[in-house]
T-cell receptor, first 115, second 117 residues
Framework: AQSVTQLGSHVSVSEGALVLLRCNYS??????LFWYVQYPNQGLQLLLK??????LVKGINGFEAEFKKSETSFHLTKPSAHMSDAAEYFC?????????????FGAGTRLAVHP | GAGVSQSPRYKVAKRGQDVALRCDPI?????LFWYQQALGQGPEFLTY????????KSGLPSDRFFAERPEGSVSTLKIQRTQQEDSAVYLC???????????????FGDGTRLSIL
């Protein structure tokens, strides 16, 4: 079975600093990987997805993630944090069979951005 | 915009009561998923529909949980004889069908926060 591990349940950065949120996956087949963001009392919004077309994936709001097969990692980065980036971030791997894919989520990382 | 709509947003029920949670997916999305998100955790898969067919219910925690999508559009998640451990946010997501060499992203609703007293 596939799984996702997010290192660090809480990350705190200063406004303007680099954001790095870690995600490692376990999969026996080439994975589909996703990053979602969740703001308080809202659903999940897709930030970006990896589908094997390119190892460096650019998403919305200035975020990007790099797929590294050798490290089984898919870390999320943003060069300069903004106050509005404060939210919960979830990494997910898609587990598929029978023509559909269900998402397996990590436990999440709460990002705090301080002035 | 016509996103995934869930109702009610908040539901409080007494232990032992039955509850029904509604999901209205994006028009044209044949795939519909339900997830359960406990406090401080990531969402966990409950069940999947392709049109009106429930193809996977492996994540439903007990036979008290029941989901349906009779006309292939709106879906209802029903929990019978609720217990305190059912307290969670229930998220619905919809997507286009999976493609051979790609993966359609799932679009999530804002969820229903269920509190069992």
């Amino acid at each position: 079975a596939q799984s996702v591990t997010q290192l660090g349940s809480h990350v705190s950065v200063s406004e303007g600093a680099l954001v790095l949120l870690r995600c490692n996956y376990s999969s026996s087949v080439p994975p589909y990987l996703f990053w979602y963001v969740q703001y308080p009392n809202q659903g999940l919004q897709l930030l970006l997805k990896y589908t094997s077309a390119a190892t460096l994936v650019k998403g919305i709001n200035g975020f990007e993630a790099e797929f590294k097969k050798s490290e089984t990692s898919f870390h999320l980065t943003k060069p300069s944090a903004h106050m509005s980036d404060a939210a919960e971030y979830f990494c997910a791997v898609s587990e598929g069979s029978g023509g559909y894919n269900k998402l397996i989520f990590g436990a999440g990382t709460r990002l705090a951005v301080h002035p | 915009g016509a996103g995934v709509s869930q109702s009610p947003r908040y539901k409080v029920a007494k232990r032992g009561q039955d509850v029904a949670l509604r999901c209205d997916p994006i028009s044209g999305h044949v795939s519909l998923f339900w997830y359960q998100q406990a406090l401080g955790q990531g969402p966990e898969f409950l069940t999947y529909f392709q049109n009106e067919a429930q193809l996977d219910k492996s994540g439903l925690p007990s036979d008290r949980f029941f989901a349906e999508r009779p006309e292939g559009s709106v879906s209802t998640l029903k929990i019978q004889r609720t217990q305190q451990e059912d307290s969670a946010v229930y998220l619905c997501a919809s997507s286009l069908p999976r493609q051979e060499d790609s993966n359609q992203p799932q679009h999530f609703g804002d969820g229903t926060r269920l509190s069992i007293l």
